[in-house]
């Protein structure tokens, strides 16, 4: 017996996608924390991946070089941004 296919909006798969791009998270963690096949995930990973590379093909050498490092900027930022509140939120403990 069959069960019901669970449906999932392209912001969901989307945000799972980054997790493991941009966090550079493995996909078999991903997907056991939002409860999804690995299976499934890595099929959306391959297909985001895959549409990058189209777009990238697009771009000239120079602007593919300047988007790469763009996108470890970006995550770099998000790393001292999450850093940043786990301290404010550790302040913020501690003053109480």
Known sequence: ??????????????????????????IVEVA??????PAVLGRWVQKQRSEQQADDEELNIEEVQEL????????????QLEFAKKVA???????Q
Not at 68 to 79: F, I, T
Request: hydrophobic letters at 35%.
């Open 1 to 26: 017996m069959a069960g019901t296919r669970r449906r999932y909006s392209d912001e969901y798969k989307q945000a799972a996608v980054n997790f493991v791009l941009e966090d550079s998270r493995p």
């Open 89 to 95: 939120t550790w302040f913020a403990k501690d003053q």
């Open 68 to 79: 790469q490092r763009l996108r470890v900027e970006n995550r770099e930022l998000k790393l």
């Open 32 to 37: 056991k924390n939002i409860d999804v096949s």
